[in-house]
């Protein structure tokens, strides 16, 4: 990252901390003895970090994966709609895909699983779909599109085939516009909290093909900003608390 983009990225942190403040309403629930023990200024500002561990993705990482992708990719788009038009030959192929590998009958292969999407993609039978936005959106100068489904470091392990379905409905979307588009779906974990061992959060040669759906921490990061991005970031974070020090402690000590 060059100086500029480090700056870029600590104001981004600032703004989007400073938002969530000011949208902030500490919790109106009674905890005499919480209060008492801790003092109320600590109970909000563990209110406070729980909602904003609840809301990280949206209002820190996501912001700052834009800052961070702009200097690398043409096109970087937040909350992007992707489509409800999808061919209900690939609908067939995604849910054949899915059954597949909820009975462990064949292990995850995404290109494998794209190629057979894009055979089954027709355009004489469409459908009209409901799906998620992309939390981000990518292009690169050479057409290659990544739709990316940004999770918190421990997602609800229940929610898997659901995450599987629907980057695989992305494609078929992106196939239905355009049957030669270049296509990524992906789920990014912001960080691995196991480290130094290696993420292990869901069974994910169940369901999810590691090499080609999964990125998480630095090889996310660096995938964005480019190689270095990952501990360029984390010191902007530190620069940008201690920027901050003095306002948050302003803040919440009108609650001691």
Excluded at 17 to 31: A, F, I
Excluded at 149 to 159: E, G, R, W
Excluded at 169 to 183: C, D, G, R, S
Aim: glycine share 6%; with cysteine.
């Amino acid at each position: 990252m060059t100086e500029e983009q480090k700056t870029n990225v600590i104001d981004t942190i600032i703004k989007s901390l400073r938002k969530k403040l000011s949208n902030y309403k500490p919790e109106t629930v009674n905890m005499p003895f919480h209060y008492r023990l801790l003092g109320r200024d600590r109970m909000a500002l563990y209110s406070f970090i729980q909602s904003l561990n609840t809301t990280f993705g949206t209002s820190i990482f996501e912001p700052v994966a834009l800052a961070v992708a702009k200097g690398r990719f043409a096109k970087v788009r937040s909350q992007y709609e992707i489509g409800n038009t999808i061919s209900e030959g690939s609908q067939q192929a995604i849910q054949s895909i899915i059954n597949r590998l909820s009975v462990a009958d064949t292990a995850p292969n995404k290109q494998n699983e794209l190629d057979e999407i894009r055979r089954a993609t027709n355009t004489e039978k469409i459908n009209i779909i409901k799906t998620v936005k992309a939390d981000i959106f990518l292009e690169n100068k050479g057409g290659e599109m990544f739709f990316i489904d940004l999770k918190t470091a421990k997602p609800n392990i229940s929610n898997f085939k659901d995450f599987k379905r629907t980057l695989l409905e992305w494609a078929a979307i992106a196939y239905t516009q355009n049957i030669q588009a270049k296509i990524h779906t992906l789920i990014a974990i912001p960080y691995n909290p196991y480290e130094p061992k290696p993420y292990e959060r869901w069974t994910i040669k169940g369901m999810l093909d590691d090499k080609h759906e999964l990125m998480v921490g630095r090889e996310f990061w660096d995938f964005l900003g480019g190689r270095g991005t990952y501990d360029n970031l984390l010191e902007c974070f530190e620069i940008a608390g201690i920027q901050l020090r003095t306002e948050l402690d302003n803040y919440f000590i009108q609650f001691t």
